[in-house]
Every structure is written in structure tokens, then in C-alpha cells.
């Protein structure tokens, strides 16, 4: 595997890969690399010839200094991860080949509705903060393929819609959610949940599946008040449990009226947030 840490390096490198021809793939992570991570990586290898992967712990998308301080970074083991699970290259730039000091921060897109639900009130400048990395990251790499997790939903169709509205010659690929098994969706938050709380980690997800059961006898309404009931009596504290459209990510009154459906949830065990989601039509 090559590693990179400066931009000019890493576009020398890629532009004459380019010019054999050779497709290329790009995850980007902010590291801490787990199973979910890795099958991005491996999705991207069935996609393209060469597989690039990016850490970048971006402050732009950390609204709390403390949570950006908090991330962890277990730099060697990410190495050893990427190196034996076929990555070609890795990314890793220092904050200054990112945002070059003269360079104007702003969000490339306007992205006030998809972000005015969900995770984006609560954590406000979050998604601004994502499509000015993703799109300086899709400017540096020009991948032909972007892989992203659908386990970051809301954050997936921000990008996507980022990329139709600026006519990005990428493609976006989205890989479905990696689970425990127990369900529990993985994160690099998740070494942190309490041995003892672990067991009922998985309550988000198995909530979620009562919900895709639910669907063929009960409204969303009546969904969301089941469902946010059955995930404060395991002793989570909610923050939300929408059933929105999975495109404009507004929330849905009746199924009938829209072709996609996903429902998304938000809520803290312990110390820990986590969020999850599941495509419900
Ligand atoms: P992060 O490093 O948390 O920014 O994640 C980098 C990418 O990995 C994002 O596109 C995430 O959606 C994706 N990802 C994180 N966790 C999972 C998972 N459990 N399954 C699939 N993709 C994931």
C-alpha cells in the first residue's frame, strides 16, 4: 500500500494511474477502522481497479471540541488494517493540504432542507462541515467510484444530492449497514458503550425491525410512538425516531405517498450516542 500525506504526491501518483486507464475507488473515513469500513474498502475493489482510502479526523464536522479531542486515532492499526485488506493507497494529509490557509471554507452547496431534520439541528454546522471535506477530498482524488456506509443515512443523501447539484462526475456507491451479531450496527463509538450496557446495544436495530413488521397494520405516527416507548424502556435516552422519505428526508404521514421509506433513530446508552437506520419500502 502507498501512503500520501501531501496533495500534489498523491495526484502525481493518480493521474498516471489515470492515464492507463485505471478506475479508481475512494472511501473516506476519519479512521478508527473497523469490519464496516473494511467491506466499504472491499466493495470498492469489486468496483474499480485501485482503492483509495482517506483519514482525515475533519474539525469542520465536529460541532463539540471535546467530541473532536475524544475521537480516537489508532493510527498504526488502521495501517495494518488497510495494508492487509487491499487498499492501494492511502490518504493522509495534514490539516493544512485539506484547508490551505488562503482557502475560503463554505459549504459548496446549499444543503439548509436535507439537513434541517434529524442529526442536523442537534448537531448544527455537522453536514456543512462534511460536504466541504467530501467535496475537497472528491476535488483532490476525482475517484470515478465514492463508497459510503448506509449507516450514515442522512449523511449519505446529502452527498448524493451534493453530487447531482454540481454535476460531480462521481459515482456514489452506498453499502448497506455492517452489523454485529446481535445487529447492533458497528461504529468506532461502539468500544465505548459499557460491558454491562453491551447486551442491550442491539435494541436500536431489533426496534427497527419491529417497525418494518409493523408497517403492514399500523402508521407511521403510531410506529414512531411504539417504537420511541420500546427504546426508552431499555433505558436509552431518545433524541428522535423519524419515518421519512428516503430522499427528501421530511417525514411521512402515510405510506402510499412515497416510494421510498427509511426509518432513522438517535439515542444515548450511557455515554454513548448512537444512531441507526433501516429502509422500511
Ligand atoms: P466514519 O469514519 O465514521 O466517517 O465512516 C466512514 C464511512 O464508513 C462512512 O461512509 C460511514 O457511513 C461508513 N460506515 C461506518 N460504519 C459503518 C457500518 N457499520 N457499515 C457500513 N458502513 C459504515
Not at 54 to 71: A, G, R, T
Not at 81 to 88: K, P, S
Not at 94 to 121: F, R, T
Amino acid at each position: 500500500m502507498r501512503v500520501f500525506t501531501t496533495v500534489n504526491q498523491l495526484q502525481l501518483f493518480l493521474s498516471e494511474r489515470r492515464s492507463k486507464r485505471k478506475s479508481i475507488a475512494f472511501v473516506p473515513t476519519l479512521g478508527a477502522l473497523h469490519r464496516g469500513h473494511l467491506e466499504l474498502m472491499a466493495h470498492g475493489k469489486d468496483r474499480a481497479d485501485i482503492v483509495v482510502a482517506s483519514i482525515f479526523v475533519n474539525p469542520s464536522q465536529f460541532n463539540e471540541v471535546k467530541d473532536l479531542e475524544k475521537y480516537p486515532r489508532p493510527l498504526a492499526h488502521d495501517i495494518h488494517l488497510l495494508c492487509t485488506n487491499a487498499v492501494d493507497v492511502l490518504f493522509l494529509p495534514p490539516e493544512g493540504e485539506i484547508y490551505p490557509e488562503n482557502m475560503v471554507i463554505e459549504s459548496p452547496v446549499d444543503i439548509s432542507e436535507l439537513a434541517s431534520v434529524m442529526e442536523g439541528p442537534r448537531r448544527p454546522g455537522h453536514f456543512e462541515g462534511v460536504v466541504t471535506v467530501v467535496k475537497r477530498l472528491l476535488d483532490i482524488v476525482q475517484p470515478d467510484f465514492l463508497i459510503m456506509g448506509q449507516k450514515d443515512y442522512q449523511q449519505q443523501a446529502i452527498v448524493g444530492m451534493m453530487i447531482r447539484k454540481l454535476e460531480i462526475p462521481t459515482k456514489l456507491i452506498v453499502h448497506p449497514t455492517e452489523r454485529d451479531a446481535d445487529g447492533l450496527a458497528l461504529s468506532s463509538r461502539n468500544a465505548r458503550i459499557e460491558e454491562a450496557m453491551r447486551p442491550r446495544a442491539n435494541t436500536l436495530f431489533l426496534t427497527l425491525r419491529h417497525a418494518l413488521d409493523l408497517m403492514q397494520t399500523h402508521s407511521p405516527e403510531e410506529i414512531i410512538r411504539k417504537c420511541s416507548e420500546m427504546i426508552k424502556n431499555q433505558g436509552f435516552r431518545l433524541e428522535y425516531f423519524s419515518i421519512v422519505d428516503g430522499e427528501t428526508l421530511q417525514s411521512v404521514r402515510t405510506w402510499a405517498d412515497h416510494h421510498s421509506v427509511v426509518a432513522c433513530v438517535a439515542a444515548w446508552l450511557g455515554d454513548v450516542r448512537l444512531i441507526d437506520n433501516l429502509p422500511l419500502k
